[in-house]
Nanobody, 121 residues
Framework: QVQLVESGGGLVQPGGSLRLSCVASGSIFSINTMGWYRQAPGKPRELVATIRSGGSTNYADSVKGRFTISRDNAKNTVYLQMNSLKPEDTAVYYC???????????????WGQGTQVTVSS
């Protein structure tokens, strides 16, 4: 079994910064893409950023230049540095990862439980 646990959410004023972390643990053989998605009330879940095991990244247009995704492959951890936060960034942020579990030969998509980010004065 594989678990993803996020941390680092909270309340921040507009223009502020937060850093989210997500650790994958369990019976892991390898991890390919890791990423962050978010879901605001009444809206569908949307892509924020992804990063592949080799380091290539992809960002939603709405966060380009403000957010930075990174990962530590040795620690099975992905980070999201969020700067210049805006009220419209308020959402529950979810981590995901494409994991090959030990004893298998295919990727399974896992999700974390989510962490709330609120941007408000």
């Amino acid at each position: 079994q594989v678990q993803l646990v996020e941390s680092g959410g909270g309340l921040v004023q507009p223009g502020g910064s937060l850093r989210l972390s997500c650790v994958a643990s369990g019976s892991i053989f390898s991890i390919n893409t890791m990423g962050w998605y978010r879901q605001a009330p009444g809206k569908p879940r949307e892509l924020v950023a992804t990063i592949r095991s080799g380091g290539s990244t992809n960002y939603a247009d709405s966060v380009k230049g403000r957010f930075t995704i990174s990962r530590d492959n040795a620690k099975n951890t992905v980070y999201l540095q969020m700067n210049s936060l805006k009220p419209e960034d308020t959402a529950v942020y979810y981590c995901n990862a494409d994991v090959v579990a030990r004893g298998t030969a295919y990727y399974t998509h896992y999700w974390g439980q989510g962490t709330q980010v609120t941007v408000s004065s």
